[in-house]
């Protein structure tokens, strides 16, 4: 400051003025922006828990008081031994099943939304419960910067933005929800990779027309031999292009997804089929509907939840066992014959798996003065992965409205845990849109080109 006061001295000079001025706002400006940017608050102690009583992504390494919940051993694993596990999941039978007439004895491990869905469908909902197995295996290089990123990652005072993050997950020893949810926003899944998905939307009927599409998508946040730049605003390049029907195919949405949402929003635009041309969109997020869901899901409902965080207060309410959608592969080569699994009311149970889990617990609550269908949501995230297994949505009047959920499962090959089938229930309409995966993952360690995801580049692609 010593400095700008010799330079701005008055000696009647405009020009020089001028620059004084500039250069006053900038060294403010510069002082403001590094005043709202904080350090987790992670001392060297507990960061090195990562390395002992937590696993590196800051789940509990140990078994919880009955064994029901294993340890997680995956650091010290052979690769064959997970491989066996994983093929052997598949031959299990569920320990117990849940269902309306003796969902009482298991209250403390039920969501309220999955309460709600056996007393609302107390016939034909139920819950088959199956040993807990810990898959989540990931690269060693993603826990390495997990416990790096514990003592440095950095988030905004309002928890909008987030910086100074190695590829990984930010927060393992998350101390708001907006921590939480970040870690969900920018966990592993997968560098570059495409998916034909199936999304429908299933009447109270049992009623329901397939829609295809084709997501391609790059983390370019993981990409290890990308510079670190910690002004690098894009954490995800974003396509999906509808394939069929007919009457809807061609029509494709293009974004490019921030982890910095409060100064540099995403940016999206919009493929016209019949207009072949790429038009800049208006930010597309919060609760604005999906195109192809008739609103049964909103625009931060795609990956169960993305985007900005302004629009509510976020709150951290801990660590609880519950019964989670989890390792359901099963489920995922069971969607090759949609009809067998997409019933009347909700997914057919037979074909789903839960198992008990921790999770990390956030509540959601609409701030005041802010716009949102969804007045409150709470979350409940994978320790092991801080995938959002479960959301409890609530509409105005703090009545449970919807409940989604994203049935895990894990794929060696990439290796992530992702999802076979998400699915949305409006408990008022009584139907529900789901979107799967029904094929896998196509993934790629290589990025792709450059340019391959700039719309102009991406409207030529659509085109042919």
């Keep these: 400051m010593f400095i700008l006061n010799v330079l701005c001295t008055p000696n009647g000079n405009q020009f020089f003025l001028h620059s004084c001025l500039v ?161 969900h926003e920018l966990r592993w899944k997968g560098l570059f990779f495409k998916l034909n998905t199936i999304e429908a939307i299933i009447n109270k009927n049992g009623s329901y027309n397939l829609i295809r599409n084709m997501l391609e998508v790059y983390s370019v946040y993981h990409n290890v031999n990308r510079p670190i730049n910690f002004d690098n605003w894009r954490y995800t390049y974003y396509l999906s292009y509808i394939q069929a029907p007919a009457r809807i195919a061609g029509g494709a949405y293009l974004s490019y997804e921030s982890m910095k949402p409060q100064t540099n929003p995403r940016q ?72 067998k699994v997409l019933t009347s009311l909700h997914t057919n149970p037979e074909y789903t798996r839960y198992e008990k889990h921790r999770v990390w617990v956030v509540d959601a609550t609409l701030k005041p003065g802010k716009e949102h269908l969804y007045k409150r949501r709470t979350f409940y995230l994978d320790e092991d992965s801080w995938g959002t297994m479960l959301v409890d949505i609530y509409d105005e009047d703090d009545d449970l409205w919807r409940v989604t959920q994203r049935y895990a499962t894990y794929f060696e090959s990439v290796p992530v845990t992702f999802t076979a089938m998400d699915t949305y229930s409006d408990l008022k309409k009584q139907s529900y849109y789901i979107q799967a995966f029904p094929e896998g993952f196509v993934h790629s360690y290589e990025p792709p080109r450059k340019g391959y995801f700039s719309p102009n580049i991406v409207r030529q692609r659509l085109h042919r």
């Design 268 to 339: 999206s635009w919009m493929y016209v089929a019949g207009q072949r041309r790429m038009r800049r969109s208006p930010v597309m997020g919060y609760d604005a509907p999906t195109f192809t869901s008739d609103g049964l899901r909103m625009m931060d409902e795609i990956d169960v939840f993305n985007g900005a965080l302004d629009r509510y207060q976020w709150s951290l309410k801990g660590v609880k066992e519950m019964y989670i959608p989890y390792n359901n592969s099963v489920l995922h080569k069971a969607m090759s014959n949609d009809e």
């Design 23 to 183: 250069a006053v706002f900038g060294a403010s400006l510069f002082f403001f922006l590094s005043a709202l940017t904080v350090h987790a608050d992670v001392s060297p102690e507990q960061a090195a828990r990562l390395t002992r009583d937590l696993t590196p992504l800051g789940a509990t390494r140990s078994a919880n008081s009955d064994g029901s919940i294993p340890e997680w051993e995956l650091d010290t694993m052979p690769a064959e031994t997970h491989s066996k596990l994983l093929n052997d999941l598949e031959k299990e039978t569920p320990l117990f099943t849940v269902t309306h007439a003796n969902m009482d004895q298991h209250l403390e491990l039920l969501s309220p939304g999955l309460q709600r869905l056996l007393t609302t469908y107390p016939d034909t909902f139920y819950i088959p419960v199956y040993q807990t197995h810990r898959t989540a295996r990931l690269p060693d290089w993603l826990y390495e910067n997990a416990i790096k990123n514990a003592s440095e990652a950095k988030i905004s005072e309002s928890g909008g933005n987030v910086t100074y993050a190695l590829p990984g997950i930010p927060f393992p020893i998350p101390n708001s929800g907006e921590e939480a949810i970040w870690n």
